[in-house]
């Protein structure tokens, strides 16, 4: 397996005064490079911790993590490392930082020092990948909410990351939004080989994913491909998250007795209920 990032023996407390409380514990993963990865748990199970200890935002309490080669303690090379991990966040309306869109894509590179033309070119790049190249000249404010999260990660692409960390980017969108939001995370995973890592407390956004890691309470108490993890019911349920519509009814359906397979998406579902007799 060719590791882009190893997460070995890490545990993050939060220390605020006298009070010290557990973000993540006992974290150990091993993400292959061009993979395409759900980080999943519902709210507090340490999620955001574990992306913020993977672009160096907060270092471990113990144990360590190597992303593409960098030790995310080395303080010498922390902006390598943001450079090469980009993030995207949950609220579309406070990432940008210019009044028009291309000049919020050329603002990270620009403080690189990364030269004009070349600017020019990821901004073209950027851009077409999450198919808004026609509104480059245009103000944000305007965007939908699946529109302004596209741009955000066309900003964070004209970096050139390898790795692309979405951390709960479409729980403030519509549906039309949210579905926009993870084609473009899967196009880019297939089409630039980038390793994306989705973070998302929606069961229903994991089923394309190559791996799925379930986290409660600062743990990861679940880790495989989507059809191992769908089929551990008890477990999902006690980590307080919803399993997808077409599983709950598959589910309640072997449960009585009909002759189908567990299901995660309602064509699946579909074609099992057309089969029965
Ligand atoms: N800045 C902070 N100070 C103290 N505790 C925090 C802070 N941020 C998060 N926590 C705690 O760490 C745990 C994990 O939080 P977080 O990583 O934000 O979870 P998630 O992203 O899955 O919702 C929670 O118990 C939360 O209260
Ligand atoms: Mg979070």
Request: hydrophobic share 40%; net charge negative.
């Amino acid at each position: 397996m060719d590791t882009i990032i190893t997460i070995k023996d890490v545990s993050f407390n939060y220390v605020t005064g006298e009070q010290i409380s557990r973000g993540v514990k006992n974290v150990n993963l091993e993400i292959e490079r061009g993979s395409f990865v759900v980080l999943l748990g519902h709210n507090g199970s340490g999620k955001s911790t574990l992306a913020k200890l993977l672009n160096g935002f907060l270092t471990p309490t113990e144990g360590e993590i190597i992303v593409d080669g960098i030790n995310t303690a080395d303080e010498s090379k922390i902006f390598d490392l943001r450079s090469r991990v980009g993030m995207v966040f949950q609220n579309p309306d406070n990432q940008m930082v210019a009044s028009i869109i291309e000049d919020d894509l050329a603002f990270g590179p620009e403080n690189l020092g990364v030269e004009r033309e070349e600017i020019g070119r990821r901004i073209n790049w950027a851009l077409d990948i999450v198919n808004m190249s026609e509104h480059r000249h245009r103000t944000p404010t305007k965007l939908s909410g699946g529109q302004k999260q596209r741009i955000a990660i066309a900003a964070v692409l004209a970096m050139l990351p390898n790795i692309l960390i979405l951390d709960e980017s479409t729980a403030m969108l519509d549906p039309k939004g949210r579905s926009e939001v993870l084609e473009t995370a899967h196009k880019l995973n297939k089409e630039e080989n980038m390793t994306v890592i989705l973070i998302t407390h929606y069961m229903d956004e994991a089923i394309d994913a190559d791996r799925i890691v379930v986290m409660n309470d600062g743990e990861v108490i679940l880790d495989g491909a989507p059809s191992e993890v769908y089929q551990q019911t008890d477990v999902i349920r006690r980590a307080g998250l919803e399993l997808p519509v077409a599983a709950r009814v598959s589910e309640k359906l072997i449960e009585r007795g009909y002759p189908i397979k567990f299901c995660l998406t309602d064509k699946e579902l579909a074609e099992e209920l057309c089969q029965l007799k």
